[in-house]
C-alpha cells in the first residue's frame, strides 16, 4: 500500500510492506484464529446485504480464504484478493474450490483488477483500518470503481489498542462513510460498538454496509 501524497516509487514499497507488517510473521497463529469462526458470526448482522442469488463478489484482504469459501459454497464467483503469501498458499489447502480466485494484490491501488468486470459485492473485512488518511482517500474511488451499480459494499472498522508490531489507525465510521458518499456509496447498515468475536474486552467493530448508486439515480 501507498502514499501518493508523498512518497517517491522506492519508498512506497517500504510503506507497502509496512501494512502487513506482523501478519507474515505471526501466519500460523492467525491462520487458527481466523479458521476458528466462522462467516455468520463475523458477518451475521449484515449478511442479509448480499445478494441471495449467484454474483461477483471481491474479497480484499482474504486472509485464509474463510470468507470466500464460505460465500462459494453460496453459489457465488468470488476474486479473493490477499498479499501475503502464507495465508494465500495456507487458504488453497483450507478451501479448495473452482468458485475462488485466489489474487496477489492490495490496497490502495489493486492494480490487478484494473479493466475486469465490476462486481456486485465487495467485502473489506478487518482490512480499513491498515490504510493512513491519504490511502484510504485514494482508495475509496478505487474500490467504488470496481461495484457495479447497484453493487453493495461491506467493510468492518476495528477500534482499540493496536497489537505490537502491527501497522493500524483510528478510523471512524463518520469519515468512511463521508468518504464513500463522495464515490457514490450510500451507507445502508451502520452497527457500532460491536463486542470482538474474539473476546478482546478492549477491542469494538463498526460493520457498515453500502450501496452503490443505480444508473440514473
Request: charged share 25%.
Amino acid at each position: 500500500m501507498t502514499d501518493p501524497e508523498r512518497d517517491c516509487e522506492g519508498h512506497d514499497e517500504g510503506v507497502a510492506a509496512n501494512t502487513t507488517a506482523g501478519y507474515a510473521e505471526d501466519a500460523g497463529a492467525l491462520i487458527q484464529r481466523y479458521e476458528s469462526v466462522s462467516f455468520a458470526e463475523i458477518h451475521g448482522p449484515v449478511a442479509h446485504l448480499i445478494p441471495a442469488a449467484s454474483c461477483r463478489v471481491l474479497d480484499i484482504g482474504a486472509g485464509t480464504g474463510r470468507d470466500a469459501a464460505a460465500l462459494a459454497s453460496m453459489g457465488h464467483h468470488v476474486v479473493a484478493v490477499e498479499p501475503i503469501a502464507k495465508f494465500r498458499e495456507r487458504a488453497t489447502l483450507l478451501h479448495p474450490s473452482p468458485r475462488i480466485e485466489w489474487v496477489d494484490d492490495r490496497l490502495p491501488d489493486l492494480a490487478s483488477l484494473a479493466g475486469r468486470e465490476r462486481f456486485d459485492v465487495v467485502m473489506l473485512t478487518a482490512v480499513w483500518m491498515h490504510l493512513d488518511e491519504p490511502q484510504r482517500r485514494r482508495a475509496m474511488p478505487r474500490v467504488a470503481g470496481l461495484l457495479r451499480p447497484g453493487g453493495v459494499m461491506l467493510l468492518s472498522l476495528r477500534h482499540g489498542p493496536v497489537p505490537a508490531g502491527r501497522r493500524m489507525f483510528a478510523v471512524s465510521a463518520d469519515e468512511t462513510v463521508a468518504l464513500a458518499a463522495a464515490d457514490g456509496l450510500t451507507a445502508t447498515a451502520r452497527l457500532e460498538r460491536q463486542a470482538d468475536i474474539f473476546g478482546r474486552p478492549a477491542v469494538t467493530w463498526t460493520l457498515l454496509g453500502f450501496e452503490k448508486a443505480r444508473a440514473g439515480s
